[in-house]
Each structure stands twice: as C-alpha cells, then as structure tokens.
Nanobody
Framework: QVQLVESGGGLVQAGGSLRLSCTAS????????IGWFRQPPGKEREFVGF????????RYADSVKGRFTISRDNAKNTVYLQMTSLKPEDTAGYYC?????????????????WGQGTQVTVSS
C-alpha cells in the first residue's frame, strides 16, 4: 500500500510561484508514473503533468507548459511541482497520484494511488 501526502498549497497573487510536494510512504516510486492533476471549482479533474520515475521523462498539459516543472528527490521519495507565473485560472485542488509506468501518464484511471490534495488559490 502506498500513501501519498501533498503539501505546499496556499494563496498567492497572480504572477507568483508555489512549490507543491508529494511524498510517498509504504513503498518507493520505482517503476511508477507520478502524476499531478488538478480540479478547479465546479469542473472535472484535469491533467497537469507527470514524471516517469525510471527515466525522468516528464510531460505537461499545454496550459502549464513553460510555467510548471516536475522534479524529484530520490532520497526523500518526493516529487515536486514547481509552479511559476501563476494565473487565477490555475486555482484548483491539486492532487498527486502514482501508477504503473506502462501507462500513458495522462489519464486519472491509470493511477492506483492518490493523495488527499492541496488547495492552490491565485488571486488577481
């Protein structure tokens, strides 16, 4: 069993930055995709990006490309989502998830484990 815990959310002004963390316990991230998703108020959960643990491959949604970066710390079994140039439309609950790395990484149903989420609010 894997437990994922996100942290780092908060309130920030437009143009600002935040770094979210996703730390796993129970097992390591090997052979996994670690994805970030978000759910804006009243909307469906949407893909933000993912990293494949085995080869550091990352992919991002077009809406965040160039502004968000996913990285990892092996020693801490932690994945980070660095968010810069934040916009009000980035306001959402942000969730990390872990799933097998043979998945595409883009869709929620490929992920077996989810964190509880952390709220990001960007004011204009």
């Amino acid at each position: 069993q894997v437990q994922l815990v996100e942290s780092g959310g908060g309130l920030v002004q437009a143009g600002g930055s935040l770094r979210l963390s996703c730390t796993a316990s129970g097992r390591t991230f090997s052979a996994s995709n670690i994805g970030w998703f978000r759910q804006p108020p009243g909307k469906e959960r949407e893909f933000v990006g993912f990293i494949r643990w085995s080869d550091y491959r990352t992919r991002y949604a077009d809406s965040v490309k160039g502004r968000f970066t996913i990285s990892r710390d092996n020693a801490k079994n932690t994945v980070y989502l660095q968010m810069t140039s934040l916009k009000p439309e980035d306001t959402a609950g942000y969730y990390c998830a872990a799933g097998p790395d043979y998945g595409s990484g883009y869709v929620p149903h490929e992920y077996n484990y989810w964190g509880q989420g952390t709220q990001v609010t960007v004011s204009s």
